[in-house]
């Protein structure tokens, strides 16, 4: 399962911080209610699953703040040992009292029945959900397939941005992109810089995500892949349209280096948070603008991801582990982050006009243009769109296997309907 190669992949490693102070920290997102919690001192394990953060910023914005408001509640945070996962956990009844991760993993949570419903603790707390980005909101909530359920509550955002090298541009005297280009724009500008020279090829544009386009991959009432329609087609038109802008790109997965590290690429299409890739290449003299659109959703980029904090039904902690969360989500707290570079999950416009103020690398780039448009929604998943949505990768290897858009399309549908009627006979 996804699970265990993301597991595999952290280094087994525990990080236990603490830091004395009865001073009381800033406005909470919202101020809590009357506790029924202990005052005793009580440690909290808090598992990394996925979501990246470092050291300095667990420190920082997680295990400082708690003990600042909170002395008698210290965070153990720590990542999962090679070959022990969530599943293992589970299975051993060793379970932390909360998860650091990304929303993307709720649906496999719940399928192990690890996530507690934060509702009534937020309402016990007078946590107000209007605060946070709704966006954020409701993907937990549609993450988590069960309705109402608050299976978690973001800590901070993640969204696209459109990464280009300067010096590219300013090699072959080209002009830089703008904010608010569409994909039809950037593919034409990408045609201006594509070329091979000197041994070196230089790409124009990659990685163009399916996930903007918001589109389903069945239809919910009958469970039959839907690629046939107009959206896929569009969108896959467009993706062959990026990979075939002269010389010619059949790379897929390299797109992040050729720009971070080999500076072969003009134009990056992907997720802010690994800005810190361009900032440590010291080399790459680097800017940003925000994610190219489809015409026919104007404003509308990348989905939102959200790094989130999670309290598992298995805590024997669970207001004191709500508590902590109220401090790492305080106002004082959310200022702090933004400062260091993370995008808050609450929405007060304040956090964006401070983001990055701390971090040198950022210094004069297009912060404010590059996160001016929405994300784009995202949609219901089960165990029917996991197996249509492992076509999309075949899609792709077939389109640049040269297939013509529609053919690869109706081939995709066809063996994903093969394999969902399979599903459905086994569960008669």
């Known amino acids: 399962m996804v699970i265990k ?3 595999t992949s952290l280094v087994c490693a525990a990080v236990v911080i603490s830091a004395s102070g009865c ?52 965070l153990e945070f720590f990542t999962a040992p090679t070959g022990y996962g969530l599943e293992q956990m589970v299975a051993a009844g060793d379970l932390p009292d909360m998860i650091y991760s990304a929303d993307v993993q709720l649906p496999f949570f719940h399928k192990l029945d690890v996530p507690y419903d934060l509702t009534e603790l937020v309402k016990k707390y007078n946590v107000d959900l209007g605060k946070f980005d709704q966006q954020a909101i409701e993907t937990i909530k549609i993450r988590s397939n069960l309705g ?37 724009d950037a593919v034409e500008l990408g045609k201006k810089i594509g070329r091979v020279e000197n041994n070196v090829t230089y790409y124009g544009l990659d990685n163009l995500e399916i996930s903007q386009m918001s589109l389903p991959v069945i239809d919910y009432k009958t469970n039959k892949a839907t690629f046939t329609a107009d959206g896929f087609k569009r969108f896959f038109t467009m993706w062959k349209a990026v990979k075939e802008i002269p010389p010619g790109n059949k790379e897929v997965g390299k797109a992040r280096d050729n720009f971070m590290k080999n500076n072969t690429l003009a134009m990056l299409a992907d997720w802010f948070s690994i800005v810190t890739r361009a900032i440590e290449n010291k080399e790459l003299n ?26 598992t039904s298995a805590s024997q902690h669970k207001e004191e582990a709500f508590q902590a969360i109220t401090a790492i989500l305080s106002d004082e707290n959310q200022v702090r982050a933004a400062r260091m570079g993370r995008l808050s999950s609450l929405n007060d416009p304040k ?33 029917y769109t996991d197996i249509a949505g492992a076509e999309i990768g075949n899609i792709m290897s077939a389109i640049l296997q040269g297939k013509d858009v529609n053919t690869a399309l109706r081939e995709a549908e066809e063996r994903a309907n093969q394999k969902i009627a399979t599903e459905l006979a086994a569960n008669k």
């Open 286 to 311: 680097w800017d940003i603008a925000s994610y190219p659109v489809f015409a026919e959703r104007p404003g509308i980029g990348l989905r939102t991801e959200s790094h989130m904090l999670v309290i």
């Open 148 to 184: 109402n359920v608050l299976a978690a509550l973001p800590f901070s955002l993640n969204t696209g941005v459109l990464y280009y090298n300067k010096n590219i541009f300013d090699r072959f005297g080209v002009p830089y992109p703008k904010d608010g280009m569409t994909w039809e």
């Open 5 to 7: 190669k993301l597991c």
């Open 23 to 74: 001073s009381k920290g800033g406005d909470s997102a919202s101020e809590p209610g009357k506790s029924s919690a202990s005052q005793q001192p009580v440690t909290l394990k808090i598992l990394q699953h996925g979501a990246t953060i470092s050291q300095d910023e667990v420190k920082m914005l997680l295990t400082d703040p708690v003990q600042k408001k909170y002395p008698h509640i210290t």
């Open 351 to 383: 956090y964006k006009q401070l983001f990055g103020a701390d971090v040198p690398g950022l210094a004069g780039k297009n912060i404010k243009g590059a996160l001016s448009i929405k994300s784009a929604s995202i949609l219901p998943s089960n165990k």
